[in-house]
């Protein structure tokens, strides 16, 4: 039989009381968003060190109270952008370093890992600034070195592919040694702009293909699929 019960009607009134607090609750999460993008040029400029939430809320264009209504400190406002870049460098190197199919060429597996990095750090110069810092907060180093873990093992599945017989430790070696030279240029790379920046960035991919030729090339005289490599 149908259901003949009268459903009850919202009124304009419920309506109105049941939007406010979603109102509320963008407002608040454009306001944060706000005082994020402020941070993050307050960090880049100033330094996590000298940065300061007053710096922050100027930045911002709010008083240092309202501040205070979403972050204690300047601490959490930190660990608050370090989590959502950590989050977001994460979807990077999923698609930067996934398994590329055979027959990829080293020079642009290479290049394409490489400009989707420096596409990141380029549009978020905070990163490096918040993960490289001399005193960093406590949770944002431990979820530098959890990142650094997982990145390097991304990396070690990418130079598999290029050398697949090599052993293990090998090409763990190689991934280490891949991700200390992207750090290392990072910066440089981050201190410049328009054409300079790309020059740097051109050699950076010569300078990682060059060092990955050999090891992923086979060596002369071994079977076939046995790259080259140097023994102590």
């Given at each position: 039989?149908?259901?003949?019960?009268?459903?009850?009607?919202?009124?304009?009134?419920?309506?109105?009381a049941g939007e406010r607090p979603r109102r509320r609750q963008a407002r608040g999460e454009r306001r944060i968003a706000q005082l994020l993008a402020a941070a993050a040029s307050v960090f880049c400029?100033?330094?996590y060190t000298a940065a300061s939430t007053n710096a922050i809320a100027r930045e911002a264009g709010v008083s240092p109270g309202t501040l205070y209504q979403f972050f204690p400190n300047k601490e959490a406002i930190a660990i608050e952008l370090g989590d959502r870049l950590v989050h977001e460098m994460r979807e990077t190197y999923g698609?930067?370093?996934?398994?590329?199919?055979p027959g990829t060429p080293l020079e642009e597996a290479v290049a394409a890992a490489v400009d989707r990095f420096i596409d990141f750090n380029c549009r978020h110069p905070v990163?490096?600034?918040?993960?490289?810092?001399?005193?960093?907060?406590?949770?944002?180093?431990e979820e530098h070195d959890a990142l650094h873990a997982t990145l390097l093992s991304r990396v070690e599945v990418l130079l598999a592919c290029f050398m697949p017989d090599t052993?293990?430790?090998?090409?763990?070696?190689?991934?280490?040694?891949?991700?200390?030279?992207?750090?290392?240029?990072l910066e440089v790379v981050l201190g410049h702009e328009g054409a300079e920046r790309e020059a740097y960035v051109r050699e950076l991919k010569d300078l990682l293909v060059r060092y990955l030729t050999p090891l992923t090339a086979p060596r002369a005289g071994a079977p076939a699929g046995v790259p080259w490599r140097n023994t102590p």
């Open positions: 039989m149908p259901d003949n019960t009268e459903k009850p009607v919202r009124s304009g009134t419920d309506t109105a400029s100033a330094g698609e930067a370093l996934a398994p590329v199919e990163f490096f600034a918040l993960m490289h810092g001399p005193d960093i907060p406590g949770r944002i180093a052993p293990a430790a090998d090409v763990s070696r190689t991934a280490q040694v891949c991700l200390s030279v992207y750090k290392a240029a």
